[in-house]
């Protein structure tokens, strides 16, 4: 690593404005920190909306990434050379080094993983934010059996996955699978549930259709199921009556709600990708930040749920489409705040560092 070359990175700043930076400072890790040079980082739209809707800010933009480790503790499993993948953690006052979307980062080791060979390094640099925000979801909130821990029989509980062709929702979907868990219902639209059928869902459902409710219970009764008891907004969309208002129509009034944002209505509660350790954010609209409690036996929970996900990359589990942007950094810019908005449309993506 030369300290001549800058270090180029996507950055919001002290006015939550996105910008490019080609003069970030090189990261120093901490005890317990790796130093890596970043080859991808994965994109999610909390990019954006962490800025924009929790207030972490002034931030490196980027949680996921996968790269080359540089420097790593004396007692470390990783090591100089090393390829490895993972993700760092949130809340306000975080660390610029934390920020993956630039060309040098530290991540704490605990979130890092080696990268097999079954694993295409830029679906690698995607796993960790969304995979772990399913796992918290299924195992920690909804209480499912792990997959591959021996007690995977068929659980017949009716789940629905709204949005499921989001990321976080293809992640769910195939978890499920794993877990035994039927019927899996979704919501998707229709281009979308040939892909979700092959994944693991029982019955797609199109999202925008009038009667999309009474479809989705007249086949809980033609299978003979009572009720959905679990559904998870996997979309977190406000637009006209909203993601989550929609679901909960369509399960029943006991029933366990998820959303990947924050809903007024207290039935729900939201999963969180980094239950290892403490994370305070500011909510748009809130009179004071608030603080989320670590958990750390959901995390190692669900840090399980990731290995097996990615011990069975392409043969059980997958992201159909990563999409790579590389060149310049103004445009890579721009493709995280479509994503953010949500016009980007269907597909992961990587950035390929370095940018220019």
């Known amino acids: 690593m030369s300290e001549t070359n800058a270090n180029t990175g996507l950055f919001a700043d002290e006015n939550a404005i996105f910008r490019v930076r080609r003069d970030l400072e090189f990261p120093v890790p901490g005890d317990e920190e790796l130093l890596i040079e970043t080859q991808f980082s994965g994109a999610n739209p909390a990019d954006v909306k962490h800025a924009t809707q929790l207030g972490i800010y002034p ?18 499993s990783f090591r100089p050379g090393d ?4 993700y760092t953690p949130t809340g306000l006052n975080r660390p610029a080094g934390y920020g993956t979307h630039q060309q040098y980062l530290v991540c704490p080791e605990e979130m890092a993983f080696h990268v097999p060979a079954n694993l295409p390094l830029h679906h690698a640099a995607c796993l960790g934010v969304v995979s772990m925000t399913a796992a918290d979801t299924l195992y920690n909130i909804f209480k499912f059996p792990l997959p591959d821990t021996g007690d995977t029989g068929k659980t017949v509980k009716p789940v629905l996955i709204w949005g499921a062709s989001s990321s976080v929702g293809l992640c769910t979907v195939q978890l499920a699978r794993a877990s035994g868990i039927h019927p899996i219902f979704v919501t998707a639209s229709p281009q979308r549930h040939q892909l979700l059928l092959d994944l693991g869902a029982t019955q797609c459902f199109d999202y925008k259709s009038p009667d999309v409710a009474s479809q989705i219970k007249s086949a809980l009764k033609s299978g003979q199921w009572d ?19 929609l679901m909960a129509e369509c399960v029943s009034g006991e029933a366990s709600l998820v ?8 039935r729900f509660k939201m999963p969180f990708a980094t239950p290892n350790r403490d994370a305070t954010i500011r909510v748009h609209g809130a009179p004071r930040p608030i603080t989320i409690p670590a958990r750390p036996s959901d995390y190692v929970r669900a840090w399980k749920a990731l290995q097996w996900a990615v011990a069975n990359y392409g043969a059980g589990f997958q992201f159909p489409s990563v999409d790579v942007i590389n060149g310049i950094a103004e445009t890579a810019l721009e493709q995280v705040q479509a994503l953010g908005d949500g016009t980007r449309g269907f597909g992961k993506l990587a950035l390929e560092h370095p940018l220019l």
Do not use: E, M, N
């Not at 390829?83 to 993972?86: L, Q, S």
């Open 59 to 76: 931030a490196v933009l980027g949680y996921d990434f996968c790269g080359k480790v540089l420097q790593a503790p004396p007692q470390s």
């Open 259 to 266: 959303s990947v944002v924050v809903q007024r209505d207290p």
């Open 227 to 245: 009720s959905i008891d679990y559904g998870f907004d996997t979309v977190g969309s406000y637009a006209g009556a909203g993601s989550a208002k």
């Open 83 to 86: 390829t490895i993948a993972g």
